[in-house]
């Protein structure tokens, strides 16, 4: 008979984990669909109307690659870089409007878990695939400026977003706080967030179930924990949950 494995086993590097790497926009942030109104947003500029099957198609792809960095996005939807450019800032110009209208609240528990994880000794490092400006327009919306240790967009990690590990892994040299890769958990709610963790080797790679993908999807890219949301890390991390 084949042993059946526990829904979230912790393991024994659990309670060792030094650094955590959060996930913005559906991790500790919600935001309420303005990915997808922004989108729809931005491509008009470009020529495509929402509604039209060309749209429909492509807010396939944006909802499919959530957590993915937004100018590789657009690069692939349209394949000319002006016109990535010019749709990645239309969309960056939307989403801003849009949290700076208010639309924008942490998840539940959110500010609460980081207080925790960073009270207990750990560094906590939020990440985004969105612009650096847009992710200061969200810290400051929110009042985050100073809740986590060091924020970080793919222009901080040489300008590659997710899957790639490299977020994950320039907050583990600039902080300095772990020894190893195994000693970080890499926190989000969407497959590219878990293949970006699994990528950097992480010893931890958590998705939670307050954004863009569910269950299965986290799992098989390479979820080791799943979690209702980010306000279950702290008890997880301390080797309870």
Do not use: C
């Amino acid at each position: 008979m084949t042993p059946t494995t526990p829904t979230n086993p912790v393991t024994p590097m659990t309670s060792d984990i030094r650094l955590v790497v959060l996930d913005m926009a559906g991790t500790t942030v919600a935001d309420g669909g303005l990915v997808e109104r922004a989108f729809a947003t931005a491509v008009q500029t470009l020529g495509v109307e929402p509604g039209s099957p060309r749209f429909e198609e492509q807010l396939a792809y944006v909802r499919a690659t959530m957590g993915e960095s937004k100018i590789s996005v657009f690069r692939h939807l349209f394949g000319e870089e002006d016109l990535a450019q010019r749709g990645n800032s239309a969309f960056e110009e939307a989403y801003g409007a849009l949290v700076d209208g208010g639309l924008i609240e942490p998840i539940p528990g959110a500010r609460e878990a980081v207080e925790k994880l960073r009270g207990s000794g750990r560094t906590v490092v939020l990440t985004t695939g969105f612009s650096r400006v847009t992710q200061d327009a969200i810290l400051d919306a929110l009042g985050w400026r100073d809740l986590a240790d060091l924020t970080l967009s793919p222009a901080d990690a040489g300008g590659r977003g997710r899957p790639y590990p490299d977020m994950a892994l320039t907050a583990f040299v600039r902080t300095g706080a772990a020894d190893d890769v195994r000693q970080v958990a890499v926190v989000g709610d969407t497959s590219y967030d878990m293949r970006s963790g699994v990528r950097a080797g992480a010893g931890v790679v958590a998705g939670v179930l307050t954004g863009a993908h569910g269950d299965a999807d986290l799992r098989a890219a390479g979820a080791t924990h799943v979690l209702g949301s980010v306000a279950e890390l702290p008890e997880l991390l301390e080797g309870t949950g």
